[in-house]
């Protein structure tokens, strides 16, 4: 569970009631939150993964692999805490990709595929955390 307070991010986890809070450097806005990762943009329209070790430490990481010149127009979570689904626009076309929290790393979707790899389906401007498990055949 996340709640945000000005410039630091309150997460707390929902059975244990572990808590961590993330502070937002100055110079980057809260684009969204997802487990213990905290998705920020600094003024250069770059994106952060931000983190924090040890409960107080706030851990910068860039986000790598997002497409130059691409606007983000949507941060979609969805049952999973290691990744979080981008939707953007680039020269006219919108997209969707998938950002690693863990390492910042992200990946532009080829198409509108599921993507069986990694449990989501990700199709024009939505991307949905699917069951990693095959559904029954129809008999």
């Known amino acids: 569970m996340n709640t945000r307070d000005g410039q630091e991010v309150i997460q707390k ?29 600094d003024g250069t329209g770059a994106l952060h993964v931000l983190r924090t070790v040890d409960g107080t430490l706030t851990v910068d990481t860039p986000v790598t692999g997002f497409p130059a010149g691409a606007r983000p127009l949507l941060y979609r979570t969805g049952g999973s805490v290691a990744r979080l689904a981008i939707v953007y626009a680039l020269d ?48």
Do not use: E, N
């Not at 110079?27 to 487990?35: H, L, M, N, P």
């Not at 076309?93 to 993507?115: I, M």
């Open 13 to 41: 986890h929902r059975s244990t009631g572990v808590t961590a809070t993330v502070t937002i450097p100055t110079g980057q806005a809260y684009r969204s939150a997802v487990g213990w990762s905290v998705l920020t943009m």
């Open 92 to 139: 006219g076309r919108t997209s969707v990709g998938l950002a690693d929290l863990s390492d910042g790393a992200f990946r532009a979707s080829p198409g509108p595929t599921p993507s069986a790899k990694r449990s989501w389906a990700i199709s024009s401007c939505s991307a949905t955390r699917c069951s990693s498990r095959a559904a029954p055949r129809p008999r």
